[in-house]
Each structure stands twice: as C-alpha cells, then as structure tokens.
C-alpha cells in the first residue's frame, strides 16, 4: 500500500512538472525570450532617414505618427529578413515606411526608398 501512495504521488509530481514552460538559454547562457506575433496589429506610416543599421535594429530619424502618437525624432525599430531582404540599408537613405507597436517595441512592418 505505500508503494502505491508513492507511486501516485511520483505520477502527480511529474503531471504538473510538464505543465510548466521552461525558457531556452541562447549560446551565452541568456533566456531566450519567445517572440510575440505582432501579425493582428495595426500598422503606422511614416517617413524619415536611415540614422544606423545594427543587425536586426535599424534607427531611423522620421517625421512621426500621429496616430501612433509618436513623436518626430530618432527611434531603434527591429526589422526582420523579410523587410530587409529589398531594403535600402545604407545610412542616409530616405525611406517611407510602415510600422507597429508590440509590447517588446517598435517592429518595422515595411521599409521601401523614398526619392
């Protein structure tokens, strides 16, 4: 009878240690954080100048948005391969381009030359 007891309670033990989500450290020892899916938001246009390209961060100097209430200045956005596969990426090029708000911050959605 204890060994049944022990039993069910190993069985109860491991039924809510597999519920739990555990983070994945990167090659540095970092959690890696999961990506929030920013698919459903709503996209921002602007325009500006590329100010820097830093890997996936790109800063941008621009003319703001409004209904995004963001102010005109210099903003990091975070851009993905498939908005930089065809966009221009030498600072000083002028660019128009669409963005959205998630909660880690400002996701480039579209970065196309501006004449």
Do not use: W
């Not at 309670?9 to 240690?17: C, I, P, R, T, Y």
């Not at 590329?50 to 851009?79: C, K, M, W, Y």
């Amino acid at each position: 009878m204890k060994n049944i007891k022990i039993a069910v309670l190993v069985s109860l033990v491991g039924l809510v240690a597999c519920g739990r989500e555990a983070s994945v450290p990167d090659p540095n020892g970092n959690a890696v954080e999961p990506v929030f899916s920013s698919e459903g938001l709503q996209r921002y246009e602007s325009q500006g100048t590329i100010a820097s390209v830093e890997g996936q961060i790109i800063t941008l100097d621009h003319e703001g948005a409004s209904a995004a209430a963001l102010n005109p200045g210099r903003d990091r956005f975070r851009a993905y391969a498939d908005v930089l596969a065809e966009a221009p990426l030498t600072p000083g090029s002028r660019v128009t381009f669409a963005f959205k708000k998630t909660p880690q911050g400002l996701e480039l959605a579209e970065l196309r030359a501006r004449p």
